[in-house]
């Protein structure tokens, strides 16, 4: 009885020790301080935020979905892919709080702009549209996916509209990975990696001499892009890369980190011709918005002689033709709804003497189509004398974009044109 | 000593009173009442006491499969179209008018804007402990805009009917001798389509899942076909003795509605028809 009597004694006084109170509030109250500080940063003015989003994680493209809260749970996204058809649209749709174990943010209707990466009437459904909050501030929040895990952060836009941000983005992704864009090198102290497929938004990085070859996700910034994980180079862990002043190099913003990506190709001018060389299927596209002097004359003509005979003309292509054994200047058009092509036989060389001179000459080899073309459209014959008239100068807008190349005649400078890849 | 020890045990007992439960349960912020929530409100939650959850919550879906939530604005036309396919001809038809539907509807419809897909099939709808019907697919019926076809919502709405007649029969069950008229039934549904099932006395390929699948499949079909489409379906059959099944089953059918819960399926079947072209014919 005596054990008991203490027993029961040491029971109590355990039982009554006061906890110590380590929070001021109670749980329920301090959860709802959460969201409601959570809720003042999301709906907060400033022009919305950008959702930097990978529906697979670090399997497939990064998207940039524009969103924009307000206090009565109603949040507008505006996004540009492929279930908007690759046009910017904007929905407007709920979201929601909750918890959930851990605090939630999920989007309760239905919004292209999010739900369709997770629609099974869509596709087979990889993506998230409730998010565990895992840390956040006024300018950042930080989530998690709740089904498929993947990181998601979003970013405050204070300056730019959600449109233009997603705009800007996307000529950055044109930019630097056109299809077909060469790879582009990335230098961490000694070591060296290529970046390469960057067309597919997910990048295969092998660091050169081995063989191994990683895939990696990212998402396009207006200045540069991020990629879905820190990737380990050596020892240091590099995610972010935004241009320089110059944009001849993408610098590694992460902090500590010393890395920049370059291109992979030394001699812009020599990755030029190589890409025309024989049966070579790269293919460039003469722009003609970007035609001056006696191009954009001839052109013009061209354009107005198609007209007066009921068709349409498509513009040139420079590209490898088996048919005519060579580099061709090859145009496109249409008579109402049919279409026609032509090739126009031409050589391509390095001027001598020089690193970034080029010079046209024609081979007298045209195709049937091509000599009709040349016979009979006015404008075409002058297209091509003034294109083997003397050298060009050739100059990239930057080694990063080997997809763009500007060419300006030696002999008048206000004869130029470009030529873009696909 | 004794009273030592129970004065123990007593403080035992008080003196952590400071500690009582208090409120620890989940408080999220509530989203805002809208107008279509005063809508449901109004049409739903009042008269019927159903409660419709549209806004997406993962508590009511089935972590299992992928699923998105509706599209807000189908919401309301999808609801009207609930309320005259499916509770409006029973209140007109059954004994009991509105209370028959106050009495037996589901307490909870969760709206769900995808399918639920599985194995080579889609759930369109769930039913749940004769309290919770589940309705996919929302998205797919952008009905102010006109644009859905009879049959898909005729299918639809047999669905709907579906789910219901699992309620009442969860709420009281039918004659177990229905199960014996074909038996046969079947896990390995999906190996017959419709035509198939038909001529073994099935009224769809799903009937033959389970006789509960079966009772409320003639249920379903028989109340959203017109007599006219009713007898050309039976007639489509080829084995007197497949179409011989289907009318015995639907005579129990019939029986079941009307001795349990003073519902005439042929005037029901009138309302739902009449409903469904009306939908139909104000495009």
Known sequence: MRYLVCFLLLTSMVACQNETQVFEQEPVER??????????????????????????????????????????????????????????????????????????LHFTTYNAVLHSFSDPDLNEAAGDFEFIIADFTTDFIRLKGKRHNADVCLTRLDDTDGEEYIRRAEATKNALFALRSPALRLRVGDRAYTFGEGHTSVFKIREEGADSVRNMAYIALPDGFRLYAPFEAGDAKVQTFRWNDDRSLLICSDAGVNAAIGSSVDDATAFFLSSLEMNSSYSWNVQPAALHGVFADAYARINASYQTQNQAFDGFVLTYKPGIQGLALSFKGRNAATPHEGAIGINLALEAGFADRVRFTDRNAADANGQRFLNNYDGARDFLSALCAGSYTVTVESPLQLSKFKFASDLNPDDRFELTLY | MRLFVLSCLFLLAVSCREDAITNSGVETP??????????????????????????????????????????????????????????????????????????????QLNLV???????????????????????????????????????TLREYFRTMHHEFGHILNQRKPYDPNFQRITGNYSADWTALNDKQARELGFISAYARSADVEDFVEILSYYITYSDEEWQQLIGSIQSVRGQEYIRLKTQSVVSYMKNTYGVDLLRLRGEITTAIEIMVNDK
């Open chain 1, 31 to 104: 959860r709802q301080a959460f969201f409601e500080r959570f809720q003042a940063a999301l709906i907060a003015p400033g022009k919305g935020w950008i959702m930097q989003y990978f529906p697979t994680g670090g399997e497939s493209a990064g998207h940039n979905l524009f969103m924009n809260f307000n206090a009565t749970y109603e949040v507008t996204m505006g996004a540009s892919h492929a279930f908007t058809s690759n046009v910017y649209a904007e929905h407007v749709s709920r979201y929601g709080l909750t918890v959930e174990g851990a605090p939630v």
């Open chain 2, 30 to 107: 509530a989203a805002p009442e809208t107008e279509l929530d005063r809508w449901i409100d109004t049409t739903f939650r009042i008269p019927y006491n159903i409660r419709v959850e549209y806004r997406w919550n993962s508590d009511a879906m089935d972590p299992g499969h992928t699923t998105v939530p509706p599209r807000e604005e189908l919401v309301q036309p999808f609801l009207q179209a609930v309320l005259n396919v499916w509770l409006n001809p029973y209140i007109q038809v059954a004994e009991t008018g509105a209370d028959f539907m106050k009495d037996y509807t589901c307490r």
């Open chain 2, 113 to 151: 804007g995808s399918g639920s897909y599985n194995q080579g099939s889609v759930t369109l709808g769930l039913a749940k402990n004769g309290y919770t019907i589940t309705l996919y697919t929302v998205n797919w019926f952008d009905l102010a805009a006109n644009t859905v076809k009879k049959e």
